[in-house]
Structure formats: C-alpha cells, structure tokens
C-alpha cells in the first residue's frame, strides 16, 4: 500500500509590522542592514535605517526606520 503524505505549500505571509508603527528593536530582534538616504514620513529626518527583524510570530521581514522618531518608514523584501 503507498500512502501519500500531502505537504502543506509554503505560505508566503508578509511580516505584520506596519509603517507608522514605534519601532521595537528588541522584540523584533533588529539587525542592521542598510541606510537609506530618504527623508523620514513623519519627521524632518533625512535619514532612515533599515534593519532585518522578525515579527512577534517569527516572521521575517525588513523595515526601514527613522533613526529620530522611531517610526517604520518602509517595509521591503
Ligand atoms: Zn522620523
């Protein structure tokens, strides 16, 4: 008898961080990534950090950051 195991297809769910949101370094375990010589959303900020980072149910994604608010700016692949 063959039995067939059905594997479940990856789901590509996208972090559920938003722009707009605090950011939580720590909870997020933020990791540096790359600066982006972009004007903040919220601030006058000419700067924003991006940061790879999971979200509180270990998806990971990447978020641009204002170094001055602490605000996402961006969420990117
Ligand atoms: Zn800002």
Excluded at 31 to 38: P, R
Aim: hydrophobic share 40%.
């Amino acid at each position: 008898m063959r039995r067939v195991f059905t594997i479940p297809e990856e789901q590509h769910v996208s972090i559920t961080i938003n722009v707009g949101e605090d950011f939580k370094a720590i909870v997020w375990k933020a990791q540096f990534d790359m600066d982006f010589k972009t004007e903040c959303l919220f601030c006058y900020s000419e700067k924003i950090t991006g940061y790879r980072v999971e979200d509180e149910d270990g998806r990971a994604g990447k978020v641009a950051v204002c170094p001055h608010c602490e605000k996402v700016n961006a969420v990117y692949m």
